[in-house]
């Protein structure tokens, strides 16, 4: 398995932290978001990765040179000029990965000890074309997942708006936690557009492919957003280790 880090995000709600640099260099618990999403990859043996660039690309570059790629063989996919969204930002960087590769991607500010080698055995045994880590968690947008956990919607819990790929009585609404482990085919499912995100890929597959859940609510998970966040993070990370 190879892994993307989504880092090609501008950062505005981690403002003025941002104003200066990336987010992917921003520091939590004194290390960056970056460092610590390739040592979680480097963990459990995911050696090969992708790091998408847009904000300050430039200093992102830098950083991996000076600190060695962190012992990762770590490929740029530079989208300095235009910022793609998550799934442009796939599109872009498939040129680095095999046709027949599995594909972890993940969210730079997300801070976590989920066990990707577990969700891989899980996605796995679903024969899973995407598997999109989630918890029971409040949060402003959800998937929908039916009573075996394949994805069948997705909710704006702020406007109500809704999107449904078939009528079912029970829904599971579970957050996103910006982790999903993807099959080689996934990618002929892909919009024929440039800039669009994950959500409208994933929706447009459910159609005719099973999108599974992978619920780790044992896990602790962080989104590093805000200013906020990263103290939270901090505080918790203290008692944790």
């Given at each position: 398995m190879k892994a993307i880090i989504f880092s090609a995000g501008v950062g505005s709600r981690l403002k003025p932290l941002t104003d200066s640099l990336p987010k992917a260099l921003v520091e939590v618990?004194?290390?960056?978001?970056?460092?610590?999403?390739?040592?979680?990859?480097?963990?459990?043996?995911?050696?090969?990765?992708?790091?998408?660039?847009?904000?300050?690309?430039?200093?992102?570059?830098?950083?991996?040179?000076?600190?060695?790629?962190?012992?990762?063989?770590?490929?740029?996919?530079?989208?300095?000029?235009?910022?793609?969204?998550?799934?442009?930002?796939?599109?872009?960087?498939?040129?680095?990965?095999?046709?027949?590769?599995?594909?972890?991607?993940?969210?730079?500010?997300?801070?976590?000890?989920?066990?990707?080698?577990?969700?891989?055995?899980?996605?796995?045994?679903?024969?899973?074309?995407?598997?999109?880590?989630?918890?029971?968690?409040?949060?402003?947008?959800?998937?929908?997942?039916?009573?075996?956990?394949?994805?069948?919607?997705?909710?704006?819990?702020?406007?109500?708006?809704?999107?449904?790929?078939?009528?079912?009585?029970?829904?599971t609404a579970l957050a996103f936690s910006g982790i999903q482990i993807l099959s080689p085919g996934f990618f002929d499912y892909a919009p024929q557009k440039n800039v669009f995100g994950l959500v409208e890929w994933y929706l447009d597959a459910a159609k005719s492919n099973r999108i599974k859940a992978y619920v780790h609510d044992a896990d602790y998970w962080f989104d590093a957003g805000t200013v906020e966040k990263i103290n939270s993070i901090e505080k918790f990370l203290e008692h944790f280790n």
């Open positions: 618990g004194g290390k960056t978001l970056l460092q610590r999403a390739v040592e979680s990859l480097l963990y459990y043996g995911i050696n090969e990765m992708v790091v998408n660039v847009h904000h300050f690309s430039h200093l992102i570059k830098n950083y991996l040179t000076t600190n060695h790629n962190f012992g990762a063989n770590i490929h740029i996919s530079d989208e300095t000029d235009c910022l793609l969204d998550t799934g442009g930002g796939l599109i872009k960087a498939r040129r680095f990965f095999k046709p027949d590769d599995t594909i972890l991607a993940l969210n730079v500010d997300v801070v976590s000890n989920i066990d990707y080698i577990k969700m891989l055995s899980y996605h796995r045994e679903n024969d899973a074309l995407a598997t999109l880590a989630v918890r029971n968690r409040k949060s402003g947008r959800y998937f929908l997942f039916d009573q075996e956990l394949l994805l069948s919607g997705w909710k704006n819990a702020r406007t109500n708006q809704k999107v449904m790929m078939c009528e079912k009585d029970e829904l």
